[in-house]
Every structure is written in structure tokens, then in C-alpha cells.
């Protein structure tokens, strides 16, 4: 079986390296699934948005939802050594497929297009902890979140 990712998670941009957002991963009958909670400015490392302002919206998808909501991971599946699914950049709105295993305390996240896992992008999540999330902000619980698989347009 694969390792238990659930959690909080802050993304690692991968062009900067530095820390772009705070996810939740959780687990919903029994698939996986990754949701925004706060992006965060890769230029001055300040806090964009949050789950309570949902400021930013993914213009590219149906319904223009907010960024920070947005169930990103989707239907990730136990693969012995790794899950598999799909992952949306809410930017442009395009969907890649997804996996995800441990790299030791960390995460690595691949996103690729669709059928060619050799053309794709590596991201770094790292445990995030409570200090991570702004103080009117706590880590929702995860056994009470359900799924909203973003569409297309």
C-alpha cells in the first residue's frame, strides 16, 4: 500500500523554491483528494489568499471558483508505492495526470500530460505546521470535507 499523505502540505514552487501554497490532502470514500487553503506570494512571501477571502478565482474554469476551495487533487488512488489521479493548475485550468509519493519527510507531486508521464513537472511539498496558516485560519477537519471535482469550460 502507499504511505499516508493526508495533511497539511506547503507547496514549493518549483521555478523559485519557495513556498507557494498550504493544501490539505484528505481522504474521502476511499480516494484521495488535495484542497487550497492559502496561497501564498512567491515574491514577498506574504500571504495572497485564504479559504475566508477567496479573492483570486480560476478564470480558466467553469464557474470562475475561488483558488483558495478548490479541490485541485482529485480521485488519487492507492498504487502500491504511490497515488495516482489528477491535478489541476487553477491558473490556466489545465488538468494533468497526477502522482504523488514520499520523499522522506517530503512530498514529490509530478504532474504530467495526460498518456505522457515523461513530458510533466516536479513540485516539493513539505510538511506545513499550524504557524504556517495565518491565526484566523485552522486546518479544516478533514473527515467533515467533501469533494468538488472543478469542471472545465
Sequence with gaps: AAENVTGVWKIIDDKTKKPNAIAILYMH???????????????????????????????????????????????????????????????????????????GESLKVRGQLKGLGFLGRDQKWVPASASDLPTEITAPDPATLVPVIPKHK
Design 29 to 103: 470514500v476511499g480516494k484521495m483528494f488535495g484542497r487550497l487553503l492559502v496561497t501564498i506570494s512567491t515574491k514577498t512571501g506574504q500571504i495572497d489568499d485564504t479559504i475566508l477571502t477567496k479573492t483570486q478565482t480560476a478564470k480558466k474554469l467553469a464557474g470562475q471558483p475561488p483558488i483558495c476551495g478548490l479541490d485541485f487533487v482529485y480521485r488519487m488512488e492507492d498504487k502500491g508505492k504511490e497515488w495516482v489521479g489528477s491535478i489541476v493548475d487553477p491558473e490556466p485550468g489545465d488538468e494533468y495526470d497526477c502522482v504523488i509519493k514520499k520523499d
